[in-house]
């Protein structure tokens, strides 16, 4: 097929330089994702300037929660979208109409069912979650969860929104609701947590960063409806189209599930070093749980680049795996590995010799800044490999094997960073809690490299196969 023939992105994607190609394509999706991660890291910015070790501690109890709702609107949010993709190729737009009303009259539904039932049980949820009653800690968890729990359906129902968006190539309407929530959410924070001495702000404390996300997640929904409004978008929101059909949500669920496993691992694992943190360090839990919470969201902050690159490596691998190109395979393969660990092992060295060039930006305290840096001394010493192992499972995912991708993504997290929270932080005290990050990437990359050599035996076999019959 000509270049004529072609589009340009095709043709890019099967014949351009790899390391431009692969540049090209990483960065958009890289300053996207970080736009949308600031989200998680302005609060905690914010709540740190309130000098308050109850107020770092109790956000970051409530994480694993917002993290679970998150995984929620994923779950229907990506299954929706797969089905209206094909729904909309086959020009089925009937099927389409009818999946985005039901993904978000299901997400509705169970937002209102969150907020009510953690409503009724949220002083059972929070010493479930380590937090003892009438203390500090507690109180403070208490006041960030309930705005965050009155806007669940707000939540649930952006995620599910932006899949949908996705799902019809509408990219731009997707950034726009992304760029809403995070920029609003910037702008309220101040104003809803601090009161200047001239009475400006209404100086709520911790719910304030609370009441600013619910705000923030309010306009984005506003938006979104809008967008659906105005009609230029191939699916109608409309409720005529509502039919609840259990075989659909059947098939919802199911196709969603694994990216909600990722995610509800994340969740739990968030939680289990909480609650480990609050039986080990005793008195100073508060201090541990809130420089826990920082580092949590900067890890996730500078593993975001690392997803991008993940995701810009799938496209390229899988276009020209499909294409038979295996020659190219493999380049993009070698260049995502060098790209990939020259960022991460960046962020290693910035977080083993000058952490305080990100903590300073959370803490004023140098006590907890020496904390927080000790932490993720050992927590990022095996950055580079995790990198390396998101690449290596996407290799499967874009070869078609998406069975060993699922596996070895959710084995990393149930099967080896869990058990390792667990039983570390028993023998080794509160350092246990952090060693089992680069103990779990270590033992996570052996076992997956183990099963990638046969893979890329393979592959090089094919692409020898391929250059003897073009000669």
């Not at 009724?120 to 203390?135: F, H, S, T, V, Y």
């Not at 230029?232 to 005529?240: A, G, L, M, N």
Request: hydrophobic share 55%.
């Amino acid at each position: 097929m000509s270049q004529s023939s072609q589009s340009s992105q095709t043709y890019q994607l099967g014949n351009m330089p790899m390391n431009g190609l692969f540049i090209k394509m990483a960065v958009p999706i890289i300053l996207g994702l970080l736009v949308s991660g600031l989200y998680n890291v302005v609060d905690i910015i914010f709540v740190g300037m309130l000098h308050d070790d109850a107020a770092l501690a109790g956000v970051q109890l409530i994480f694993p929660v917002q993290m679970l709702m998150f995984s929620i609107s994923a779950l229907i949010g990506a299954g929706a979208a797969s089905i209206i993709s094909r729904a909309l190729g086959a020009k089925d737009h009937e099927k389409a109409n009818r999946t985005a009303i039901m993904a978000l009259s299901l997400v509705g539904l169970i937002g209102a069912i969150i907020s009510v039932v953690v409503y009724i049980l949220c002083d059972q949820m929070l010493e479930g979650l380590g937090a003892k009653p009438n203390q500090d800690l507690f109180l403070r968890a208490k006041e960030y969860v309930l705005p965050i729990i009155y806007g669940a359906v707000f939540m649930l129902s952006v995620g599910v929104m932006n899949d949908l968006f996705r799902s019809e190539g509408k990219m731009q309407y997707m950034m726009t609701l992304i760029m809403i929530s995070a920029i609003s959410n910037t702008v309220l924070d101040p104003f809803f947590m601090f009161q200047s001495q001239s009475g400006v702000g209404l100086g709520l404390g911790v719910s304030g960063a609370a009441y600013a996300t619910l705000c923030a997640q309010i306009l984005a929904t506003i938006m979104g409806i809008i967008f659906y409004s105005i009609k230029r978008t191939q699916i109608k929101i409309h409720f005529k189209y509502l039919k609840f059909n259990f075989t659909d949500i059947k098939t919802i669920i199911l196709l969603g599930f694994p990216i909600f496993l990722t995610h509800a691992g994340v969740s739990i694992i968030i939680m289990v070093a909480n609650k480990a943190l609050s039986d080990i360090a005793g008195g100073e839990s508060e201090i541990y749980i809130g420089a826990y919470g920082v580092l949590a969201r900067v890890y996730m902050f500078f593993v975001l680049p690392c997803i991008a690159m993940m995701i810009t490596f799938q496209t390229i691998a899988g276009f020209n795996y499909g294409a038979k190109q295996y020659r190219r395979v493999h380049e993009s393969i070698v260049v995502s590995i060098k790209i990939i660990s020259l960022y991460s092992l960046a962020i290693t060295c910035i977080m083993i010799f000058v952490p305080h060039w990100i903590f300073n930006w959370f803490y004023t305290d140098e006590t907890n800044v020496k904390i927080v840096s000790d932490m993720a001394g050992i927590v990022f010493f095996a950055f580079p490999l995790t990198g390396v192992f998101l690449i290596l499972t996407a290799y499967f995912q874009s070869a078609g094997h998406a069975g060993p991708a699922l596996i070895f993504s959710s084995a990393k997290v149930y099967a080896i960073q869990l058990p390792l929270l667990i039983f570390m932080p028993r023998l080794m005290g509160i350092d246990g809690v952090f060693y089992a990050y680069p103990a779990a990437d270590v033992i996570a990359i052996l076992l997956v490299s183990v099963y990638s050599i046969k893979e890329f035996a393979s592959l090089l076999k094919r692409e020898k196969t391929i250059e003897i019959g073009e000669q």
